[in-house]
């Protein structure tokens, strides 16, 4: 089970550190991704990352803002947030792919958390 937190709402500019927490699952052996959805778009790719922490992937509209990390020891891993701008507006889920010990950041994930609103003010 997956459960993001962390959303809230901040002023263009601002920042936020969303948080992933896992239960009940070997998380250290799972790649996680954050996506998000913004009102009336499909969702989307923001980053994800191995199952060590040792690789990342980011999309480019994120790229040189956001930052994917994990703490294995915590079974939490954590998209800081700077330079936040209205069009980063959305719910954000973190969620985890069916087999572990996989990596494929833009592939299929089938664990999903509740997700976490993320409101961007001009």
């Known amino acids: 089970q997956l459960q993001a937190s962390g959303g809230g709402l901040v002023q263009a500019g601002g920042s936020l550190r969303l948080s992933c927490a896992a239960s009940?699952?070997?998380?250290?052996?799972?790649?996680v991704g954050w996506f998000r959805q913004a009102p009336g778009k499909e969702r989307e790719f923001v980053a994800a990352i191995n199952r060590s922490g040792t690789v990342t992937n980011y999309a480019d509209s994120v790229k040189g803002r956001f930052t994917i990390s994990r703490d294995n020891a915590k079974n939490s891993v954590y998209l800081q947030m700077n330079s936040l701008n209205p069009e980063d507006t959305g719910v954000y889920y973190c969620?985890?792919?069916?087999?572990?010990?996989?990596?494929?950041?833009?592939?299929?994930?089938?664990?999903w958390g509740q997700g976490t609103l993320v409101t961007v003010s001009s």
């Open positions: 969620a985890a792919p069916k087999a572990p010990y996989t990596y494929m950041p833009y592939g299929q994930y089938a664990y």
């Open positions: 009940g699952r070997t998380f250290s052996s799972y790649a």
